[in-house]
């Protein structure tokens, strides 16, 4: 009987989120679903087409670039701004004046808006007057045109987003860091180890649910890339940054293609379920959650 | 933990992929205390400035009517105002362009004004036929002429000078598809590199320019390729609402020399600088010397004006193709959204948008040419006294047109064209690949 009265009650006090997650969540997701079997302008009455979405897509190699465009951009994004974050990490974890300073510091460019974000670094990337060919032309070399040039216009969209989430993705590595307990360091320390072995055979492995939990979050966030591609390069030039979710958006927004665009979303969708899936079985392997 | 985060994060994926993009429209025009707001869309920034003064003077006139502005970039502008028409959000008056004239009065989102011209007694028989007529279906009319305009060819006189030309030297240019003609050789005469060799000089390094003889920028064509297209002899369509023919030798060819002007005579500022919508617009590539000439269009003399002051640029003609000289030629309306909640304020908005006393001060203004025909002197004067000729431009309107295409699939045809033709300026895709893939695609869009 009481059990009975526990459950109602969790389930009572959970009703208001449930809510949200179904008709905010949810309900779009079978929507999305849905819609990418039609045909439909936003505008006209939309007309049932079946699979032929996404027999398009499989045959558009505006679609397949895009998805390369968008592995590119989170391995560019990924490994640098996680080890970066690791570093960054691991020297605020020791006691030293004006760490909080520094905290706040690397954290602040995370609470910033995206889009404002991107305007101002499209300023620092101006080949004439930006700080960046500026800077560069003071020691002599001649910076390229980075937003227009193709080779050059995904590594700044993906630094920019790295110097915005670093800070984020340092703050929860650090809180990891101050978890480990701190005899497992000393007795390592007694048993005579480098501080590479100490690095590695302990901070890592007991790093891993931060980790694995800013691994998983930031290549979801990766997958997504939007706002930083809108404001700075339109998917330009040429298409070199015409990412997934910027695609999604020209097909949908652009063109008013909103089937095909539905289509592609739940393309974004399953790639993103299948990467992380992995991640998941990876990291599930090999993570330990209790110190004691 | 990490899983319970991510199953909520994927859903969202999917969720925010189609969601966060959606740009709505805000709706806040409305009537509070006996007062109306107008919302009032355009897209080109330089024009807006004058077009303000003179409905500052509108609301002077008009107490109980207030008029909000909403500036968005030429590409932003579409989306925005497709989404807002979708979403019955649209902005109560708005310019509407003749590439987007054919879905919109398809979909019945304009506001027909016939009955509102004769209930008022307007006098359309002002406005160039040429501009009122392409508006009208079956008896409706779904705008009013704003504005028309050519492509020149805006040149910095002291680029000029420095070659040891006069603007007398850029008359009477040609160009072929085989060696460029004089057009090329007068451009390479103003294209210099960092050790003062003019292009074609023996020891001239392509690879360090200082300045260039031309820069060429458009979104769609109609300031660079569609020129020489029609030059060429090249037709967009085989007729208006008909299909896309550019992948035609005509066609292909004029292509190829806008990517011959950069990447083979190297008289042409490189995409890398200019392709939008990242490059710099042209009056800032002139401005700050690295290009001595452009081809741009009427709507911008004001930006010219004020990135090269007191007579430092000035406007030649196109040049002169295989099949003789051509220009571009398109002219906008004011339209009023047909779901509109004040359909009276926003007809006396768009009566005085193309009354004359309004085209009157942005002619003064050297805006843009006017869409009241009578009103063309003013528009030149106003640029005589800053002592620069616009005179090419009209000759170029009475000469030999080119309109913007008549279609459906101008989404299509914008969205690809962007996307495709810069590759093309970079080198990336070949013309005929190019003109291939767009047909196929803009074709593809007509149902």
Known sequence: MRRLRDTAEAYALLAPSLFGFLLFLVAPIFGVAALSLFDWNLMGAPSFVGLDNYRELSADPEVWRAVLNTVYYVLLNIPAQTVLALLLALALNRRIRGGKVFRVAFVLPWMAMPVALGIIWSWVFDPRYGAVNQVLGMVGIDGPNWLTDPAWAMPVIASVNVWQY??????????????????????????????????????????????????????????????????????????????????????????????????????????????????????????????? | MSRRIAIPAIAAAALLSITACGGGGSGDSGSSGGTVTLRYALWDEVQKPPIEQ????????????????????????????????????????????????????????????????????????????????????DGKVYGLPKDWDTIGLFYSAKALKDAGLTPADLDGLTWNPDDGGTFVKTLQKLTVDENGKRAGEPGFDPKKVKQYGLAMQAPTGQQDWWNFALQNGCKLQDRPWGRWTIDQPACVQAIQFVQDLRLKYHVAVPATVTNPPNGPSLDQVVGRGEAATAMDGSWMLRAFDTALPDGGFGVADLPAGPVGKGSVYNGLTEAIYAGTEHPKEAWELLKWLTSE???????????????????????????????????????????????????????????????????????????????????????????
């Open chain 2, 357 to 447: 006393r309004h085209q009157r001060s942005v002619a003064q203004a050297g805006a843009v040419w006017p869409g009241i025909t009578s009103l063309n002197g003013v528009f030149a004067e106003a640029w005589q006294a800053k002592g620069v000729d616009v005179s090419g431009f009209k000759k170029a309107a009475e000469g030999t047109t080119m309109g913007y295409p008549l279609t459906e699939a101008a989404d299509t045809y914008n969205v690809k064209a962007l996307d495709i033709f810069n590759q093309v300026w970079l080198g990336q895709l070949s013309a005929q690949d190019a003109a291939k893939r767009i047909n196929d695609e803009a074709n593809a869009a007509i149902k």
């Open chain 2, 54 to 137: 003179s409905i500052r003077e509108f609301e002077k006139a008009h107490p109980t009517i207030k008029v909000q502005m909403e500036l968005n970039n030429w590409n932003d502008y579409w989306s925005k105002l497709q989404t807002q028409l979708a979403g019955r959000s649209a902005p109560d008056v708005f310019w509407d362009h003749v590439s987007y004239f054919p879905k919109f009065s398809k979909e019945g989102v304009l506001t027909d004004l016939a009955p509102l011209i004769a209930q008022d007694k307007v006098d359309t028989s002002v406005y160039d036929p040429k501009l009122a007529e392409g508006w009208k279906v």
């Open chain 1, 166 to 292: 670093t800070g984020y993705t340092m703050l929860i590595l650090l809180a990891g860091l101050q978890a480990i307990p701190h005899q497992l360091h000393e007795a390592a320390m007694i048993d005579g180890t480098s501080p590479a072995q100490r690095f590695f055979r302990v901070t890592l492995p007991l790093l891993r649910p931060s980790l694995s939990f800013v691994l998983v979050t930031n290549t979801i966030g990766s997958f997504q890339v939007f706002d930083t591609v809108f404001v700075m390069t339109q998917g330009g030039p040429g298409g070199a940054t015409d990412v997934l979710n910027f695609h999604i958006y020209q097909q949908g927004f652009q063109l008013f293609r909103t089937g095909f665009a539905s289509a592609l979303a739940m393309v974004l969708f399953g790639l993103i379920l299948l990467v992380t899936a992995a991640q998941l079985v990876y990291f599930r392997k090999r993570t330990v959650y209790d110190f004691s």
